[in-house]
């Protein structure tokens, strides 16, 4: 897992564990200056966290993808080259 996916998973998670903790009245410390915007200003910064890691942590993931699929290809090619 590259450093990227590991910044979107964590943001995602910070973005969920906020929200979550934001209805049971406890703030996570880390998060509690945005309160100081007000709650409008709070919702936003939480979902922003929550939908950015989403985003940043399935375009990491499918280029990911992409790249094993060149290096499978590759492998492929390489074999067939071989047999020939």
């Known amino acids: 897992m590259n450093l990227l996916n590991k910044i979107g998973s964590l943001a995602m998670l910070l973005?969920?564990?906020?929200i979550i903790m934001g209805f049971m009245d406890m703030v996570p410390k880390i998060?509690?200056?945005i309160y100081l915007w007000g709650e409008s200003t709070a919702w936003?910064?939480?979902i922003s966290l929550l939908a950015g890691g989403a985003?940043?942590?399935y375009l990491?993931?499918?280029q990911q993808a992409k790249q094993q699929a060149r290096a499978n290809e590759e492998l492929q090619d390489d074999d067939i080259q071989e047999q020939a």
């Not at 973005?15 to 906020?18: D, E, S």
């Open 44 to 46: 936003i910064i939480k």
């Open 15 to 18: 973005g969920v564990f906020a």
């Open 31 to 33: 998060l509690a200056w």
């Open 55 to 57: 985003l940043i942590w």
């Open 60 to 62: 990491t993931t499918v």
